[in-house]
């Protein structure tokens, strides 16, 4: 009998330590980095405000941030004094003249309290980007994925994915997306005419049709363009042409067992191209084939009236142009290793070209006219993105867009190479204009430079906290790897969206069958204000950070 009380009395100890611990971890400050707000592009002196939110047990004594960049850090802290208001410690600072355009920066808040007991979270991206040729045309609370004439859809830092009204500037909410696992290919898609298509992270296609949403498969998407996808199973066997509006899917290549990447691309009209490693030729859906060409074939391009594609053998990619015509073009040969080397856009053809030391930007007119654009000592790049390669970075008149050296520029026919901003974001020529997207900023480029300042200063919660305006030290980076935490602070309140992780597979949709309907699933919801804003976050913490004073009060 003792020694059963003795037992239970432990576990009762066991028990009762378990509490404590928990309730000590409960009572953790959090931290908050109050602006700017993760994927906020920043030009000038902006301020950084972070806080530590204390408990009904603790303050936080310590607070510090540390701005992380390519080269070097830059530090600031503030400590708790016996002049200190009670409840959130503050830190304001300005840390962002040490890093130079078109730097991407990573934030870590560390903070500790008078326990000892000390956490930190990590937040970002933030980017520096001080061009004058961009002006803002508008900005949202994530990160854009896409835009059209009409709206821009991005992603919140929450995993909420919204769409911008670009005239009455109000922000629809759609649904919340699972978030991306470590070492993932980031969630990427594009606009549709009536909704989006999404990759996640986790591999899953999902697509909505005036609000409401289906998951296809798990797979790859390959290629959007209007109401036509392409996407690829997940073991890379099978591909699928997708019609969102309808619902009706179609098998267009099947290989059990090959792993050989699969990749088209979709004319405004819809026609496919595609191709893989395995074949020689660019096929056309249905209609025959072009090309015949030793290597390994790359993706293919067409811009609705020319086709171009580029085979590579490991060391040279050699691009190859075929007109409405039928007629074959060799366009030259590239030193292989950047297999977005074409554009193809009103009859233009932007490819890279090797010097025999390093690849080139050239130009083909509709009148087979040829000119280099590019002439550096190191290898250009062409400005590509998923799910648009291809496609972007060439204009109306044969300007191309490309990149050297962390810069971007713009190159015409018998003109220098014109620098219009860093080499962060994607370049994209729509409705007359260039476009940069970079983190939660939609730019226009303005070639003869900005008519007004290209990002306006963020001054979020730095209203009356000028006396804790705090030093920075800039210290360069040594070999320390930055250690990737998650950030303490989560979303609350977002059980109004569908979450996309929930719905079922669509069936009909995944085997070998020819077309079938596919189920539709899911809800939408709309508002000016997500509940994985900014502001909305903000007013939460602050209201619990109130409740707790009172308590202690």
């Known amino acids: 009998m003792r020694d059963s009380r003795t037992l239970i009395s432990l576990a009762a100890a066991s028990l009762l330590s378990l509490t404590a611990a928990a309730a000590l971890a409960q009572e953790t400050p959090l931290l908050y980095l109050s602006s700017p707000r993760p994927h906020t592009v920043i030009s000038g002196n902006v301020p950084l405000d972070v806080r530590c939110f204390a408990t009904s047990t603790q303050e936080c004594q310590r607070l510090c941030v540390d701005v992380r960049g390519r080269t070097q850090t830059a530090t600031a802290c503030v400590d708790r004094t016996s002049s200190t208001p009670p409840g959130t410690l503050m830190l ?38 001080r061009s004058p040729k961009l002006v803002a045309v508008h900005r949202v609370q994530g990160s854009i994925l896409d835009f059209d004439a009409d ?29 991306d696992p470590p070492g993932s290919t980031p969630t990427y898609g594009a606009l549709t005419p009536s909704g989006a ?59 059990t067992g090959s792993d050989s990447p699969f990749q088209a691309d979709i004319a405004a009209s819809g026609d496919i191209y595609y ?44 691009s190859f142009l075929y007109t409405a015509d039928g007629e074959e ?59 648009r390669v291809g496609h972007d970075g060439i204009s109306d008149a044969g300007e191309v867009v490309f990149l050297n050296e962390g810069k971007r520029y713009i190159g015409r026919p018998g003109a220098a190479p014109e620098e219009i901003s860093s080499a962060l974001g994607h370049a994209r020529w729509f409705d007359g204009s260039w476009y940069v997207t970079l983190g939660n900023t939609l730019f226009r480029v303005e070639a003869t430079g900005a008519a007004a300042p290209p990002v306006a200063a963020l ?10 305006d705090k030093e920075v030290v800039v210290r360069p980076i040594g070999d320390d790897a930055l250690e990737e935490e998650p950030a ?4 609350h309140g977002s059980d109004a969206l569908p979450a996309l992780s929930d719905l079922e597979e669509a069936t009909g949709l995944a085997g070998d069958a020819p077309d079938g309907a596919q189920a539709a699933a899911g809800c939408s919801a709309g508002g000016s204000a997500g509940p994985g804003s900014g502001a909305a976050a903000f007013a939460a913490l602050a209201g619990l950070a109130l409740a707790r004073r009172r308590r202690r009060a």
């Open 197 to 255: 298509a999404i990759q996640s992270g986790y591999g899953r296609i999902f697509t909505s049709v005036n609000g409401v949403w289906t998951r296809i498969t798990s797979g790859r998407l390959d290629a959007v363009n209007g109401d036509s996808l392409v996407w690829v199973t997940e073991d890379g066997g099978r591909a699928y042409a997708h019609t969102p509006s309808t619902g009706w899917s179609r098998g267009i290549w099947s290989r």
């Open 92 to 129: 304001l600072t300005r840390p962002f003249p040490a890093f130079e355009s078109g730097e991407e920066l990573t934030l870590t808040i560390s903070g500790s309290v008078s326990a000892g007991t000390e956490s930190s979270a990590t937040y970002g991206p933030l980017y520096i980007e």
């Open 275 to 318: 191709a893989t490693y395995e074949e020689p030729f660019i096929r056309h859906l249905l209609v025959g084939t072009l090309g015949d060409h030793p290597g390994n074939l790359e993706r293919p391009i067409t811009d609705g009236t020319n086709v171009a594609g580029r085979w590579s053998d490991g060391s040279t990619s050699s």
């Open 459 to 468: 001054r979020a919660g730095s209203k009356g906290l000028e006396g804790y």
């Open 151 to 179: 709206r821009v859809m991005f992603l919140s830092q929450f995993q909420s994915l919204g769409i911008l009204d670009r005239a009455s500037q109000q922000v629809s909410w759609l649904a919340t997306l699972p978030q």
């Open 488 to 491: 303490l602070l989560r979303r």
């Open 329 to 387: 073009v060799a366009l030259g040969d590239s030193i292989a290793g950047d297999p977005a080397g074409l554009l193809l856009h009103a009859g233009h053809a932007g490819f890279l070209r090797s010097d025999g030391d390093v690849n080139q930007v050239w130009l083909r007119t509709p009148d087979g006219e040829l000119h280099q654009l590019s002439s550096f000592e190191t290898s250009s790049q062409l400005d590509q993105q998923k799910l």
